[in-house]
């Protein structure tokens, strides 16, 4: 994997064993996915989808049973470390956080229906959980 403003460019081939390495546009470390770019940058894909995967795995058995409070507490103790995992230590910059935040409005969406954007943000702060 290469980094750096020559990153598109053909690198040399590394032989180990008589093998040659192939050469990748991402790869998986510690359970952070990382991407060839010009600078150090983190794809967040894997993340969110883990993150629906296991909300609607909650949603699906709970569903509308259960209070709004119960469900968010479960989507703060199961769902949300799994979309914030390694944000911590990868730089992000706004289109990474607009991404997590609207993948919150849309687990929002789906429990309270439409409504306006601002009311994503109130809901999401009135349940604890914290914006993008």
């Known amino acids: 994997m290469c980094f750096g403003p020559r990153f598109k460019n053909a690198c040399a081939d590394i032989v180990v064993s008589g093998h040659s390495v192939k050469w990748e546009m991402s790869a998986r470390y510690l359970g952070i996915y990382l991407e060839s770019f010009t600078k150090f940058k983190c794809s967040f894909s894997k993340n969110k989808a883990g993150f629906f995967k296991s909300f609607n795995s909650i949603f699906g058995k709970i569903g509308r049973s259960a209070s709004e409070e119960v469900l968010f507490e479960l989507i703060k103790s199961k769902c949300i470390p799994i979309l914030l ?4 230590v990868c ?3 706004s289109a990474d ?9 849309k687990i ?3 429990i309270f229906g439409a409504m306006s954007k601002d009311l994503y943000v109130e809901i999401s702060a009135h349940f604890g959980i ?3």
Not at 97 to 105: D, K, V, Y
């Open 91 to 93: 730089p992000m910059n």
């Open 130 to 132: 914290e914006s993008m």
């Open 108 to 110: 929002v969406y789906k």
């Open 97 to 105: 956080r607009h991404s997590l935040q609207f993948t919150i409005n």
């Open 85 to 88: 995992y390694g944000t911590d």
